[in-house]
T-cell receptor, first 111, second 115 residues
Framework: DPKIIQKPKYLVAVTGSEKILICEQY?????MYWYRQSAKKPLEFMFS???????DNQTASSRFQPQSSKKNHLDLQITALKPDDSATYFC??????????FGPGTRLTVL | GEQVEQRPPHLSVREGDSAVITCTYT??????FFWYKQEPGASLQLLMK?????EINEGQGFTVLLNKKDKRLSLNLTAAHPGDSAAYFC??????????????FGKGTQLIIQP
């Protein structure tokens, strides 16, 4: 059974719209993360949470808002979507500062 | 902030040969080091981890060497086979964010194993 679930797997959006990317982990980890991977940039850290509290933020734009409703959930809301936001978004989790395990990713295409 | 340089960006070796991928990092406070493998269209799979010391870790067909003096991390595939064809990424963490520490990744190495 998959231990980190990301929904949806593929997402197509129009410029200016808003989308929410879902992430749930069933590894019992207390830390969760978002990373982004695109053709233009390597794997890029976005946010980290520990016990549902924001710990680190590398995303300059306020259009990206993480949301943690439960300890094992960390969703990513993206507003006013732009074509440059097109990327694969990976959720990851870890037990404290140890190795991070990655979800399958959500591939977002903004037209 | 931390900068990680990974070389080479592309590597092609014959089946049975060895392959070496190297990363250098800038932050001397870096403490946790990882190698990930990514097959086309797939997620990142943790290959190996090594923590703050000059250390050699061996996995199934892999050896990892960390040299903190030179701030260098390397992954050595000892006898490549077709299943090793993938992108490989090194990742470095300083470990200073209370247990939710960002990974800084290298740009990746696309490894192709030729029969």
């Amino acid at each position: 059974d998959p231990k980190i679930i990301q929904k949806p797997k593929y997402l197509v959006a129009v410029t200016g719209s808003e989308k929410i990317l879902i992430c749930e982990q069933y590894l019992g980890h207390n830390a969760m993360y978002w990373y982004r991977q695109s053709a233009k940039k390597p794997l890029e850290f976005m946010f980290s949470y520990s016990y549902q509290k924001l710990m680190d933020n590398q995303t300059a734009s306020s259009r990206f808002q993480p949301q943690s409703s439960k300890k094992n959930h960390l969703d990513l809301q993206i507003t006013a979507l732009k074509p440059d936001d097109s990327a694969t978004y990976f959720c990851a989790s870890s037990q404290r500062q140890y190795e991070q395990y990655f979800g399958p990713g959500t591939r977002l295409t903004v037209l | 902030g931390e900068q990680v340089e990974q070389r080479p960006p592309h590597l092609s070796v014959r089946e049975g040969d060895s392959a070496v991928i190297t990363c250098t990092y800038t932050d001397p406070n870096s403490y946790y080091f990882f190698w990930y493998k990514q097959e086309p269209g797939a997620s990142l799979q943790l290959l190996m981890k090594v923590f703050s010391s000059t250390e050699i870790n061996e996995g199934q067909g892999f050896t990892v060497l960390l040299n903190k003096k030179d701030k260098r991390l390397s992954l050595n595939l000892t006898a490549a086979h077709p299943g090793d064809s993938a992108a490989y990424f090194c990742a470095v963490s300083v470990g200073d964010t209370g247990g939710a520490d960002r990974l800084t990744f290298g740009k990746g190495t696309q490894l192709i194993i030729q029969p």
